[in-house]
C-alpha cells in the first residue's frame, strides 16, 4: 500500500506553490502552472512536520537567509531521473552549469538530451536546483515553472549578474 501523501499549498514570490511530503520525505514542489504536474493519486490535503519545515527552508531561501536546504527527499522517478535530480543538488548557490555539464556529471556526456529531459521533470525544483542549468550559450532555456520563475530565481540568487557580467579583460 502506498503510503499518504500530504500536501499544503504556501505562499511565494513565483505564487503559490504546492509542497508535498510523506514521512519518507519531500515528495513534489509545484509552481502554480507546473509543465508536469505530479499524479495526485493517494494525496490529502493537510499537516505533516515535514511540510512545515519544507515551509520554513523556503520561507527563508526567498528570504536571501539559505543558500542550501537540509530535508529529507522522497521524489519519484526512474533510476536515471532521481541521478540526474539528485546531481543538481552540486551546483553551487548563486552558480550555473550546462545541461553538458550536468550530463557530464552523471558521467553520460553524450546524453545531454536525456538529462535536459529529467531535469524537466525534477518534482523538487529550487530544493533540487534545476533553475541553475542553463543553455550552453547561457540562455534561459525551459523551466517547469515558467522562464519568468527561472529568471527570479537566478536574479535571487545573484547568478544573473555574474553570468551577464563582461569579463575583465585586463586582468
Known amino acids: 500500500m502506498m503510503a499518504t501523501i500530504h500536501y499544503r499549498q504556501i505562499a511565494s514570490p513565483v505564487g503559490t506553490l504546492t509542497i508535498a511530503a510523506t514521512d519518507a520525505g519531500l515528495h513534489a514542489i509545484e509552481f502554480p502552472s507546473n509543465r508536469h504536474p505530479q499524479r495526485r493519486q493517494g494525496w ?6 515535514l511540510l512545515r519545515q ?15 536546504f537540509d530535508l529529507p527527499l522522497a521524489p519519484q522517478g526512474t533510476p536515471f531521473q532521481r541521478e540526474v535530480w539528485f546531481a543538481l543538488a552540486a551546483i553551487p548557490y548563486g552558480q550555473t552549469a550546462s545541461y553538458a555539464q550536468l550530463a557530464s556529471s552523471v558521467d553520460r556526456p553524450a546524453a545531454s538530451r536525456a538529462v535536459g529531459a529529467a531535469n524537466g521533470r525534477n518534482p523538487l525544483p529550487i530544493v533540487l536546483p534545476c533553475h541553475r542549468v542553463i543553455g550552453a550559450d547561457g540562455s534561459l532555456t525551459g523551466f517547469g515553472g515558467g522562464l519568468p520563475t527561472k529568471r527570479f530565481l537566478l536574479e535571487l540568487e545573484g547568478a544573473l549578474a555574474r553570468e551577464t557580467a563582461a569579463p575583465d579583460l585586463f586582468a
Do not use: I
Not at 44 to 49: A, K, L, N, V
Open 44 to 49: 490529502r490535503e493537510g499537516d505533516h512536520p
Open 54 to 68: 519544507a515551509q520554513a527552508q523556503l520561507d527563508e531561501y526567498f528570504a536571501g537567509e539559505r543558500q542550501a
